[in-house]
Structures are given as C-alpha cells and as structure tokens.
C-alpha cells in the first residue's frame, strides 16, 4: 500500500542513532573450531582474562571484556547472552571441506575483541572479500550484522555479504548461525521498507509523489520489501525452533520487535491502525523474547538476571519511538536495568541504560539529520 501523509521529526532518535549501539542484537561467536573439530563443544568459548571462560556470547558491545567495572566488583562484563555453544554445529552434518585460512581467523577473532570503529569494519569487509574461508565469511556477517550502523555503512553492502553468508550457512549445515543471519537480513529489509515509506509519505506531502507510475513502482518494491522482511523472520524463527537453539530463538525475536518498533515510529500520523498493530507486534516479541530466557534461568549466570536486564533495555528503547505516552514506562524500565547493570558491574550495559535515561528523562537530541554529533558509548 502506498503510503499516505506522514510527519516525521529527529525526535525518533533511534532512527539516526547507531543502531548496534542501542538497537540491534547480534551473535558473536566463534565458529570455525566448531567446524573443524570432532568435539567441538570443548572449544566454543572464548578466552577472557587468565583463568576464566566466557561461555555466554555478547551482545551490543560484540565482545567481553575484563576490566572497566562499576565498584570493586571484578566481574565481567557479559553485556548479552547470545551463544551457540550449547548446540554447536557437527562437522559430519556437511560433507564439504573447510579451506582454512588461519591469517584471516586470527585477525577477525582479535578485531572481535575490539570496538565497531570504521575502521575496523573496512577491514572486516576487506578480510570477507579476499578469504576463502567459508567459516570466516560466516563469521564476519555474525559480526557486522550487530555492528551495522546507518550513520556510517551501507545497508545495501550489508545485505549483500550478509545474503552470500546465508547461502554459506546452508551448504554448512550452520543452523543457528542461519538463523541469526536470516533476522539480520529480516530487519534490514524492514528498514529498507520504513525508509522508503517515510520517503514516499514526504513526497506526497510536498505533491511531488502523485504520479501514476512512480505510485505503482513504489508500491511493487514496498511489497517486495515487505514479503522479504515477514519471509525472513519467519524462516529465522523456524529454523531456530527446530534446532532447539534458545540463544538463536531469542535474537530472532529481538530482531522482529526491533523491527516492529521502527516501522511503528514510521507510521506516526500516517497510518495510525498500522502504528498500534505494530505496537503489539513489538510487545508480544519482547514478552516471547523473555518467555525463553526465564525459561532457561535455572542454566544461566546469575538466573538470567543480565541477559534480561538487557532485553529490558532494548524494549524501553523502542517504547519511545511511540510517543509521550510510553515515556513512563520506559523510564520505570530503565531505572531497574541501571540497578542491575550496577549490581553486577557491568561496565557497558551501565553506560548505555544511564544514557538511555538522558534521552528518557528530556535531554536534548543531537540533530543528526544537519550532521551534529552525539556522545560516543564505546
């Protein structure tokens, strides 16, 4: 459907804001020793520090770390909860031979470790690009996918290595790693959606988007977006459900509210039904998201306590791209997660929640749309 008139102002932060910081999840993980050994689940943690192992994936930040932590604390910081260790992939499900490039490993494991800067990503796109190593491919989209950020990247290159990563996945027999690839490429093309939405409704309110022809082809490629989007998060959810994957299945439905929330900011004052219907898709994935993970409490660090308080975090910030009267909501929110990312020290999820809390509680947002820039969170 062609949109109708909709005013769209910077106050929907979360649009111009870097989206691996506050919005997307992603899946950093480790696969290549998964492929490559016969016990694969003795290495699937990543080193941290001298003598601890970080069993629990990341997050937001794509890393753990030691180090930089809220009072004496010395905890680390696992600032999400995604791991695929716990059903790693089996080499003898896929026939093909992994051509190993072990340069290339080394250096993407340490950038890993490092933050989402440009220039870190060029070398990520540059390393995918000239590997053979069909696991690094893999690895690489597990990590730009969280680390996208629209201020800085092209959504069009990322789908592309994303896409070439998928068709990887398959031939791999890479289940849960398809399934976070697949919500990645379901919430870009969500995006591309809402950008071309809000284009065409500005179009329209200048009278400079009537056109017959124009309306037709905008119609025919919001449908193709649109059928890519619902396809893809549809296909994510049920591969992670088949594999059992809890980790996979929970950034699937992250992904899918996430999404939701941007289209719903989008249909304000331009299709208001699509807006609440949106609302409620954002909702009921949060609430899923939160079903699975209370649901695994008993086998996680803390009952969950962090893996939570970072969905929590997630959900206030998509609250408020539905207007003043989910503000309070979101703050309430927000205040708990700042409790509990202080109670066990982590460094990164304090930093976002008490940023998050500025923005909630009246701080000014930066015009990103005339090139102001905001405070750095890494």
Do not use: C
């Amino acid at each position: 459907m062609v949109p109708q008139l909709i005013v769209f102002a910077h106050s929907h932060e979360a649009w111009l804001i870097p989206i691996s910081i506050l919005v997307l999840s992603g899946i950093g993980k480790i696969i290549w020793d998964l492929l490559k050994k016969k016990n694969p689940a003795s290495s699937n943690s990543v080193s941290v520090g001298d003598h601890s192992k970080a069993t629990i994936g990341v997050v937001g930040t794509g890393n753990t770390v030691t180090g930089d932590i809220i009072g004496n604390q010395n905890a680390i910081q696992n600032n999400f909860f995604i791991s695929l260790g716990d059903k790693p992939i089996q080499p003898k499900e896929s026939k093909e031979k992994i051509e190993q490039d072990l340069k290339a490993r080394v250096e993407v494991e340490a950038i890993m470790k490092l933050s989402n800067t440009p220039h870190n990503k060029k070398r990520l796109r540059e390393i995918f690009a000239n590997t053979k190593d069909n696991a690094v491919k893999i690895q690489i989209s597990l990590i730009l996918g969280p680390w996208f950020d629209p201020t800085e990247d092209s959504i069009g290159e990322t789908i592309t290595l994303t896409e070439e990563a998928i068709n990887l996945a398959i031939r791999l027999k890479a289940r849960p790693e398809l399934a976070a690839l697949l919500s990645y490429k379901g919430i870009f093309y969500s995006t591309l959606y809402t950008q071309e939405y809000v284009e065409q409704s500005v179009k329209l309110a200048k009278g400079q988007g009537e056109h017959r022809g124009l309306m037709d082809y905008v119609e025919r490629e919001l449908k193709h977006k649109e059928d890519t989007y619902k396809k893809s998060f549809a296909e994510a959810k049920s591969i992670a459900e088949q594999e059992g994957n809890y980790e996979a299945l929970v950034a699937v439905f992250l992904e899918i509210g996430q999404a939701a929330a941007l289209r719903g900011a989008a249909f304000l004052l331009g299709d208001i039904p699509r807006r609440i219907k949106e609302k409620e898709a954002m909702r009921a994935a949060f609430v899923s998201a939160e079903t699975i993970i209370k649901d695994q409490a008993d086998r996680l660090p803390n009952n969950g306590e962090l893996q939570i308080a970072n969905l929590q975090h997630n959900l206030a910030n998509n609250l408020r791209m539905f207007g003043r009267g989910e503000i309070e909501e979101a703050l309430k929110i927000e205040r708990e997660v700042t409790k509990v990312a202080e109670k066990y020290g982590d460094r990164a999820l304090y930093v976002k929640s008490k940023f998050l809390l500025g923005r909630l509680e009246g701080k000014p947002v930066p015009d990103y749309f005339n090139g102001e820039k905001g405070e750095s969170l890494i």
